[in-house]
T-cell receptor, first 118, second 114 residues
């Protein structure tokens, strides 16, 4: 069964510093996908970045990049030049096994609460 | 384009009461999902649907029911509410994309059962 582990319950970073949020995963499926979502205090889930297991390069989206180390089964999120607005919960998720007719559930980790200090 | 909308935003129920959480999307997505998020935890799948008239159970379906009569709407029914159902409920939708199915989430419904 798929499992996502986020070992950092909370992180505190100074504004403008880079920050790395850890995520390790476990799966026996050779084809999988990894997502990062941001959940601000308002509660909504905001998609940040995606990495497919067969993607040759690490995914990047603006200030977000994903440090994908397949052999170590890790998919860490790197936020460059952090901003006060980056303070939020961050969830790593894995595309789970296929459900009926192509539906795919997401398996989530417990999240990391990131606080950016001015 | 409103995306995924959910009503109500907040609700307090007494034990044994019933209610329906509404979810609608205007992106013409075939796939819709209901998740719950317990305090300090990630999301867990309750039910999902692959199109009108087709639904299936997820990881934690007990105490819930769903229906999907249209592409747009995917309501979640709670029968005989229990304190264990106190949670934040998220509806999500996605389309079939070859490489991945990004799920778009609604704003959530915070439910308290007392």
């Amino acid at each position: 069964a798929q499992k996502i582990t986020q070992t950092q319950p909370g992180m505190f970073v100074q504004e403008k510093e880079a920050v790395t949020l850890d995520c390790t995963y476990d799966t026996s499926d050779p084809s999988y996908g990894l997502f990062w979502y941001k959940q601000p205090s308002s509660g909504e889930m905001i998609f940040l970045i995606y990495q497919g297991s067969y993607d040759q390069q690490n995914a990047t989206e603006g200030r977000y990049s994903l440090n994908f180390q397949k052999a170590r089964k890790s998919a860490n999120l790197v936020i460059s030049a952090s901003q006060l607005g980056d303070s939020a919960m961050y969830f790593c998720a894995m595309r789970g096994p296929d459900l009926i007719q192509g539906a795919q559930k997401l398996v989530f980790g417990q999240g990391t609460r990131l606080t950016i200090n001015p | 384009n409103a995306g995924v909308t959910q009503t109500p935003k907040f609700r307090i129920l007494k034990i044994g009461q019933s209610m329906t959480l509404q979810c609608a999307q205007d992106m013409n997505h075939n796939y819709m999902y209901w998740y719950r998020q317990d305090p300090g935890m990630g999301l867990k799948l309750i039910y999902y649907s692959v199109g009108a008239g087709i639904t299936d159970k997820g990881e934690v379906p007990n105490g819930y029911n769903v229906s999907r009569s249209t592409t747009e709407d995917f309501p979640l029914r709670l029968e005989l509410a229990a304190p264990s159902q106190t949670s934040v409920y998220f509806c999500a939708s996605s389309e079939q994309v070859y490489s991945y199915n990004e799920q778009f989430f609604g704003p959530g419904t915070r439910l308290t059962v007392l």
